[in-house]
T-cell receptor, first 116, second 112 residues
Framework: DTEVTQTPKHLVMGMTNKKSLKCEQH?????MYWYKQKAKKPPELMFV???????INESVPSRFSPECPNSSLLNLHLHALQPEDSALYLC???????????????FGPGTRLTVL | DAKTTQPNSMESNEEEPVHLPCNHS???????IHWYRQLPSQGPEYVIH???SNVNNRMASLAIAEDRKSSTLILHRATLRDAAVYYC?????????????FGQGTELSVKP
């Protein structure tokens, strides 16, 4: 199974709402990632988790709160978002965070978030 | 992070070869060249990677210039399903962060 699943597929939320995005993989990968992608732009890295610990935070505002409860699951908790946070949120996983070999990242289909 | 430059868009005819160029003049000796593509309404997917030698896999071939300042992704027979944005990414062998830094990519359209 080489699939990364993300739920929900679409999410509409108000600026005062709290919601969560979920990501799951069963490939035994120990690195998981959140990316944000605006329309017609490339994905931008937000967070990296390595062995369930936060490894990289790319200066993401605190209204985005990641969580990795176990090696298969990755959540992104959302609170007090702004309309400019509307985007496609992509989750990915890889064997680990080492470079030097392919260590390809497997991406989910994303959650399309609209903030009203 | 070393930067890559790609054409914004390219067109191809179905069943013809496609050569997608990428310039990376500031590449360092420990940078691997990775290619990912993103089909419409999907997340990116890995295509191929290489360091110095040309590489082939079931999806594509990667031709790397001798000075490593440029590379070309080759799709041998384009199909309609190959219409996607193709990203050329440099990844440092010493990078322990797992980062993929996406550039603007090339949007490939395939005509029947």
């Amino acid at each position: 199974d080489t699939e990364v699943t993300q739920t929900p597929k679409h999410l509409v939320m108000g600026m005062t709402n709290k919601k969560s995005l979920k990501c799951e993989q069963h490939m035994g990968h120990r690195a998981m990632y959140w990316y944000k992608q605006k329309a017609k732009k490339p994905p931008e890295l937000m967070f990296v988790y390595s062995y369930e610990k936060l490894s990289i935070n790319e200066s993401v505002p605190s209204r985005f709160s990641p969580e990795c409860p176990n090696s298969s699951l990755l959540n992104l908790h959302l609170h007090a978002l702004q309309p400019e946070d509307s985007a496609l949120y992509l989750c990915a996983s890889s064997q680990d965070i080492s470079a030097g070999v392919a260590n390809e990242q497997f991406f989910g289909p994303g959650t399309r978030l609209t903030v009203l | 992070d070393a930067k890559t430059t790609q054409p914004n868009s390219m067109e191809s005819n179905e069943e013809e070869p496609v050569h997608l160029p990428c310039n990376h003049s500031t590449i360092s000796g420990t940078d691997y060249i990775h290619w990912y593509r993103q089909l419409p309404s999907q997340g990116p997917e890995y295509v191929i990677h290489g360091l110095t030698s040309n590489v082939n896999n079931r999806m594509a071939s990667l031709a790397i210039a001798e000075d490593r300042k440029s590379s070309t992704l080759i799709l041998h027979r384009a199909t309609l399903r190959d219409a996607a944005v193709y990203y050329c990414i440099l990844r440092d062998e010493n990078n322990q962060g797992g980062k993929l830094i996406f550039g603007q990519g090339t949007e490939l359209s395939v005509k029947p």
